[in-house]
């Protein structure tokens, strides 16, 4: 299992800054993600990292598109601003259902035609 550090920051520092950002505990983390406690406790004294997939567990349980996530880490290289709105739009336009997204575009369509 490979394990990434971060481009701009250590992992822990980034793991806080999320838990920060997201305001959200460890506990909850674990809560909606099933990642151990233990684990999270030793990414945050700097003791290890976090793999691809404990990343993608953080931002589901975030509900962040996990590109934006592996990006700030370093698995995927930087991306323009604009892409990485376009990644977390689609993230969470994906998670809708039929109706909902239907309720969107008709709505974006009207913003549009203004």
């Not at 999320?18 to 305001?23: F, G």
């Not at 290890?48 to 404990?54: N, Q, Y």
């Amino acid at each position: 299992m490979l394990i990434y550090s971060c481009l701009m920051e250590s992992m822990n520092q980034w793991f806080a800054r999320i838990l920060s950002e997201y305001n959200i505990t460890p506990a909850e983390i674990k809560r909606r993600s099933g990642l151990s406690e233990s684990h999270m406790s030793k990414v945050l004294k700097g003791e290890r990292g976090f793999g691809e997939d404990a990343i993608r567990k953080i931002a589901k349980a975030v509900g962040v598109a996990p590109e934006v996530f592996f990006r700030e880490v370093g698995i995927l290289p930087p991306a323009p601003e604009r892409t990485q709105a376009h990644e977390q739009l689609l993230f969470l336009f994906d998670r809708l259902n039929d109706k909902d997204r239907q309720t969107i575009l008709d709505m974006m369509q009207v913003l549009l035609s203004k």
